[in-house]
């Protein structure tokens, strides 16, 4: 666990350092949010205004700011394998997990700070947030659980990739289908069959219902069940981190 | 003389078919300057990511200080230092930083970190911009702190690949009086090198690989003795030799 947090505070001292990336993933949520809720809600709260899209949109933007940050994680990663840092992790006696687990922490802890940004301007523009400390720690780990199993998705794409060029044409793959064919932005009730079948395997659809029930005060998603929500999203960070830790130790034949 | 580092017929076959070492055999004596030579594709840096623990061996064994490199891997990291190719390149960090959080991976502490470095900082010339950002620092200073991550663990054994391509010739000189005060330690340096001549200076033995084959080995005047004809002035350089085994090496024999 140390190692892991070594490299953690490394990561994270450099990302402070860097104020582009810094101030640049504080900017781009709330840009997110000020177009898919100030920008879209006169499309979606219906000719009444009864519909509060912005509370209802909020977990989505969590939900896509975790995709991005995820995607940043693989970039730093194929960054760190491209100029070395990788290899001397290989050869220090550490654990093979340990730098992969520090990249995740680093992703997760960047999340939380984007999540309260958010939060922040979400509640400035007018969300109506159902907040209590027990909602708050689960939405925290359903956040979590996100992260590790998409982050481990863009480390598996970024040890494989042979350049970053590579990695983010297969990761931007992923990135806007993960919010149009999900929940995020819209409730899957309105999305044909064929839509809503991949919005069922979509583990982001699983969080964004949990996080709408744990936070928000208008009805979401209501088939799903917090406890079945909180078991995919563990499969779907296992399921993550397995396929991430194999990627890494072929890194070791991968030339 | 005991041997600190044993490969014995070593042979890599990469999964596209390639044959990049076809049974390397060598004997490095202990606390000895050991100089690997070979034009580019000969298999130096494949035999060195073996031994250094980041490329799976086809057959044969590798010993490190007597122990067995398939069965104690995590133990064989502990034993040695790395200096790769690549240059240090977390511009966001400074020296020191970038020593600590190396350090860290071996278990040292902060201030043990300062007080081992502090010296080779001196001998490196490095002491005054320890704590400036890596992104000021010229090539060759990069190159001077990379040799100091590699060797402030105290390992039994260094890796250096290529460490002072690219340099200029003070930096070059800072670096060869760095690698022999360390030698007078006991500690054992393995080298490759595209400068002949400065294998030829610095060097107690040396190995000529070619094709994934050793075609020579020995100690440099011994080998200068024996191939002197190879010269009309009848005094060869290990670079006359060098090139006299290219120019007739088949698959690692000499015609």
Redesign the interface.
């Known amino acids: 666990m140390?190692?892991i947090v070594?490299?953690w505070?490394?990561n994270m001292?450099?990302y402070f350092?860097?104020k582009m990336e810094s101030v640049g993933s504080l900017i781009q949520p709330m840009m997110w949010l000020l177009l898919f809720s100030v920008g879209m809600s006169s499309f979606m709260t219906g000719p009444d205004g009864a519909f509060d899209y912005l509370t209802f949109v909020l977990p989505g933007m969590i939900g896509f700011t975790i995709v991005s940050a995820s995607i940043n994680g693989g970039t730093s990663w194929i960054d760190e394998r491209m100029?070395?840092?990788v290899?001397?992790?290989?050869?220090?006696?550490?654990s093979r997990f340990a730098p992969l687990a520090a990249n995740v922490m680093t992703v997760l802890s960047k999340v939380l700070i984007q999540c309260l940004v958010i939060l922040a301007v979400g509640l400035l523009l007018g969300a109506s947030l159902n907040v209590n400390l027990i909602s708050i720690l689960i939405a925290f780990l359903l956040v979590i659980l996100f992260g590790i199993g998409f982050s481990g998705i863009a480390l598996y794409f970024a040890s494989k990739a042979p350049n970053g060029g590579a990695y983010h044409m297969v990761i931007f793959m992923f990135q806007m289908p993960m919010l149009f064919f999900s929940n995020a932005l819209y409730t899957t009730a309105q999305l044909p069959l064929i839509f809503k079948v991949i919005a069922t395997l979509n583990p982001m659809t699983y969080l964004i219902s949990g996080l709408r029930r744990l936070t928000a005060t208008i009805p979401s998603h209501g088939v799903m069940d917090l406890i079945v929500q909180l078991a995919i999203l563990s499969v779907f960070a296992l399921f993550g981190m397995m396929i991430a830790t194999n990627a890494y130790k072929g890194i070791?034949?991968h030339? | 003389m005991e041997s600190i580092l044993s490969i014995k017929e070593v042979k890599k076959v990469?999964?596209d078919g390639t044959c990049a070492l076809k049974g390397i055999s060598l004997e490095v004596p202990k606390g000895c300057i050991y100089g690997l030579l070979g034009p580019n594709g000969a298999g130096k840096t494949t035999l060195i990511s073996i031994m250094?623990?980041?490329?799976?061996k086809t057959e044969g064994k590798v010993y490190v200080d007597g122990i067995d490199l398939d069965n104690a891997p995590?133990?064989i990291?502990?034993l040695?230092g790395?200096t790769?190719?690549?240059s240090i390149?977390?511009r966001?960090?400074t020296g020191m930083?970038i020593l600590i959080?190396?350090g860290?991976?071996?278990g040292m502490r902060a201030g043990e970190v300062a007080k081992r470095t502090e010296d080779m900082l001196n001998m490196m010339g490095l002491s005054d911009v320890a704590n400036k950002y890596v992104n000021t620092y010229s090539g060759g200073m990069r190159r001077r702190l990379e040799i100091i991550?590699g060797m402030m663990t105290e390992p039994t054994v260094l890796f250096l690949d290529e460490p002072t391509l690219g340099l200029d010739p003070q930096s070059r000189h800072q670096i060869w009086n760095f690698l022999k005060e360390i030698k007078k330690k006991g500690t054992t340096i393995f080298v490759t090198s595209h400068y002949i001549d400065e294998i030829e200076r610095n060097a107690d033995h040396v190995a000529f690989i070619d094709r994934g084959k050793v075609i020579e080995q020995g100690v440099p005047s011994t080998l200068t003795d024996k191939y002197s004809k190879l010269n009309s002035e009848g005094k060869s350089t290990l670079e006359d030799i060098f090139l006299y085994f290219i120019e007739h090496s088949k698959g690692g024999t000499i015609e």
């Open positions: 140390r190692i070594s490299i505070k490394k001292k450099k350092r860097n100029s070395g840092i290899k001397t992790y290989q050869a220090a006696p550490i070791i034949d030339d | 990469y999964k250094t623990t980041l490329l799976s995590d133990t990291r502990k040695i790395v790769f190719q690549e390149n977390e966001d960090l930083e959080s190396h860290a991976l071996y991550k």
